[in-house]
């Protein structure tokens, strides 16, 4: 009896061995990679920096956005160490509408804005510890870091408020499932003023990843777990708010700062009193160019063997309201075509077939292939973006596919649409009249719909189409500042 209770353990024992032998092993490995950063990051002093910072932060003016992992990587009682950490960190601040504002975005694979709370919900320090205590934790089945920091672009800094800074603190456990959109998306919110720090806990989250997101190397944090989170308190928040500001920070051990890119003083004297006063003011963020900010290669499909000239004709004035948008005006924005060729019919003489073969002449035409729609969207996603066409790896990629009539093989251009969609491509599909049902244009267009769907219900709107994509295409942002 005891022999077999023992050959029945052995091989739990094993893979308990062998779990620890392996989490042993990615331990050392992560430990010899820090020793390698530690020449370019400084790891957190956990000893040194264990307490809360004190109030009032210099009587900086911010608009401050937490993005917080909510994936199932990490367990429910860490994601409650995260919102813990958010909740004590901005006691430190003086939140109000005019002063220092506060949002928090949690995301997994995707978005979650239920769970979430944008800039101008709260107004007080209590209702935003209150409403960061209540998130709930949504153990998402992917880490899109990239969706998260795209919503930032279309959503919490849509119309970015004057005179402050602007401060977005990222918090992960592991690498985005798209880091190139990753870093796109950062990039431009670099571009247009904000500054970005990056927390990585734990193992799985790598220097690459956090690189690409963070503004600076000194905005760069790595954490062995979320108890960890608590010890950083003191050096992000000497980030956020520089000693020179203040005397709050005197008793803390050295830690270079981040240089505020945008912030200048001047030294102005009221009427009433003889005493300077230091006024901190804040140039109007620089909106770069759609291209700069954030590149596009963009392919056209359309299918010329069905086009008559009418077709041809509003087509073309679909790509031309594309190309003069000032947004296409800059380098970064690339366009091209992809489109059905002719099929190759040859020639057959009187001789090739006589009495005695003339019922195989219909064979002819047997090797006659004309592309359809999934053909032309399945080049799309194989060889449409390739660096061959003069494709770009960094730059987004988009198709606009333009249909005139309901394709024959609609299921399997759904199929091809949807295999495109999940390589990354962002579509466009636009109907060029009534013969083409929404219900297929929405199959085939990215999300969300109502801005990469486009129905032409008479001739006049066919000029709206361009400017309606580049609309969609450049970020909001861009677009209402020059408005």
């Given at each position: 009896m005891a022999n077999?209770?023992?050959?029945?353990?052995?091989?739990?024992?094993?893979?308990?061995?062998?779990?620890n032998i392996f989490n042993d092993y990615i331990r050392q490995a992560y430990r010899d990679e820090a020793r390698i950063e530690d020449n370019i990051i400084p790891?957190?002093?956990?000893?040194?920096?264990?307490?809360?910072?004190?109030?009032?932060?210099g009587g900086i003016d911010a608009d401050i956005v937490f993005v917080l992992d909510n994936s199932a990587s990490i367990w429910a009682p860490d994601f409650k160490k995260q919102t813990a950490f958010v909740r004590d960190f901005v006691s430190v601040f003086n939140i109000g509408p005019k002063s220092v504002r506060v949002a928090v975005i949690t995301f997994g694979d995707r978005v979650y804005s239920r769970h979430s709370f944008l800039l101008w919900k709260y107004k007080n320090e209590k209702d935003v510890k209150s409403a960061v205590m209540d998130i709930p934790y949504m153990a998402g089945v992917q880490t899109r870091t990239d969706k998260a920091l795209e919503y930032l672009k279309k959503v919490v800094f849509r119309k970015m408020r004057k005179g402050v800074e602007h401060i977005v603190i990222v918090m992960t456990d592991g690498d985005s499932l798209y880091p190139m959109r990753t870093h796109r998306s950062a990039r431009y919110l670099k571009h247009i003023g904000v500054t970005l720090y990056a927390i990585?806990?734990?193992?799985?989250?790598?220097?690459?990843e956090l690189k690409s997101i963070?503004?600076?190397?000194?905005?760069?944090?790595?954490v062995d777990n979320f108890d960890a989170l608590q010890n950083i308190k003191k050096q992000l928040g000497v980030q956020i708010c520089p000693a020179s500001s203040g005397n709050e920070f005197d008793e803390l051990p050295k830690v270079t700062t981040v240089k505020q890119k945008v912030t200048t003083t001047t030294t102005t004297r009221r009427p009433t009193t003889t005493i300077?006063?230091?006024?901190?003011?804040?140039?109007?963020p620089t909106i770069p160019p759609c291209g700069l900010a954030d590149p596009a290669d963009i392919n056209f499909v359309c299918d010329a063997v069905q086009m008559d000239a009418a077709t041809n004709r509003d087509v073309k004035e679909i790509v031309k309201g594309l190309v003069m948008t000032e947004e296409m005006q800059h380098e970064g924005m690339q366009v091209a075509l992809i489109t059905s060729e002719c099929p190759e019919l040859p020639s057959v003489p009187f001789s090739e077939?006589?009495?005695?073969?003339?019922?195989?002449?219909?064979?002819?035409?047997?090797?006659v292939h004309y592309q359809t729609y999934g053909d032309l969207i399945e080049i799309l996603e194989n060889d449409g973006f390739s660096e061959s066409r003069g494709g770009r790896e960094s730059a987004r990629h988009v198709g606009v596919?333009?249909?005139?009539?309901?394709?024959?093989d609609a299921e399997d251009v759904i199929i091809k649409a949807d295999k495109a969609k999940r390589s990354g491509v962002e579509l466009f599909a636009v109907g060029l009249n009534k013969k083409v049902r929404r219900m297929v244009l929405e199959q085939i267009a990215s999300e969300p719909k109502r801005d990469h769907v486009i129905m032409i219900g008479s001739r006049g709107e066919v000029a709206e189409v361009g400017p309606r994509i580049a609309k969609t295409l450049c970020p909001r942002a861009r677009l209402e500042f020059l408005n």
């Amino acid at each position: 009896m005891a022999n077999n209770v023992i050959w029945l353990l052995m091989p739990m024992l094993f893979m308990w061995a062998k779990g620890n032998i392996f989490n042993d092993y990615i331990r050392q490995a992560y430990r010899d990679e820090a020793r390698i950063e530690d020449n370019i990051i400084p790891r957190t002093n956990l000893n040194e920096l264990s307490s809360l910072l004190t109030k009032g932060c210099g009587g900086i003016d911010a608009d401050i956005v937490f993005v917080l992992d909510n994936s199932a990587s990490i367990w429910a009682p860490d994601f409650k160490k995260q919102t813990a950490f958010v909740r004590d960190f901005v006691s430190v601040f003086n939140i109000g509408p005019k002063s220092v504002r506060v949002a928090v975005i949690t995301f997994g694979d995707r978005v979650y804005s239920r769970h979430s709370f944008l800039l101008w919900k709260y107004k007080n320090e209590k209702d935003v510890k209150s409403a960061v205590m209540d998130i709930p934790y949504m153990a998402g089945v992917q880490t899109r870091t990239d969706k998260a920091l795209e919503y930032l672009k279309k959503v919490v800094f849509r119309k970015m408020r004057k005179g402050v800074e602007h401060i977005v603190i990222v918090m992960t456990d592991g690498d985005s499932l798209y880091p190139m959109r990753t870093h796109r998306s950062a990039r431009y919110l670099k571009h247009i003023g904000v500054t970005l720090y990056a927390i990585g806990v734990g193992f799985s989250v790598s220097l690459k990843e956090l690189k690409s997101i963070a503004s600076s190397a000194e905005g760069i944090f790595r954490v062995d777990n979320f108890d960890a989170l608590q010890n950083i308190k003191k050096q992000l928040g000497v980030q956020i708010c520089p000693a020179s500001s203040g005397n709050e920070f005197d008793e803390l051990p050295k830690v270079t700062t981040v240089k505020q890119k945008v912030t200048t003083t001047t030294t102005t004297r009221r009427p009433t009193t003889t005493i300077p006063t230091t006024v901190p003011t804040t140039p109007v963020p620089t909106i770069p160019p759609c291209g700069l900010a954030d590149p596009a290669d963009i392919n056209f499909v359309c299918d010329a063997v069905q086009m008559d000239a009418a077709t041809n004709r509003d087509v073309k004035e679909i790509v031309k309201g594309l190309v003069m948008t000032e947004e296409m005006q800059h380098e970064g924005m690339q366009v091209a075509l992809i489109t059905s060729e002719c099929p190759e019919l040859p020639s057959v003489p009187f001789s090739e077939y006589q009495s005695d073969n003339v019922t195989k002449f219909p064979e002819v035409f047997d090797d006659v292939h004309y592309q359809t729609y999934g053909d032309l969207i399945e080049i799309l996603e194989n060889d449409g973006f390739s660096e061959s066409r003069g494709g770009r790896e960094s730059a987004r990629h988009v198709g606009v596919v333009i249909l005139s009539q309901e394709p024959d093989d609609a299921e399997d251009v759904i199929i091809k649409a949807d295999k495109a969609k999940r390589s990354g491509v962002e579509l466009f599909a636009v109907g060029l009249n009534k013969k083409v049902r929404r219900m297929v244009l929405e199959q085939i267009a990215s999300e969300p719909k109502r801005d990469h769907v486009i129905m032409i219900g008479s001739r006049g709107e066919v000029a709206e189409v361009g400017p309606r994509i580049a609309k969609t295409l450049c970020p909001r942002a861009r677009l209402e500042f020059l408005n």
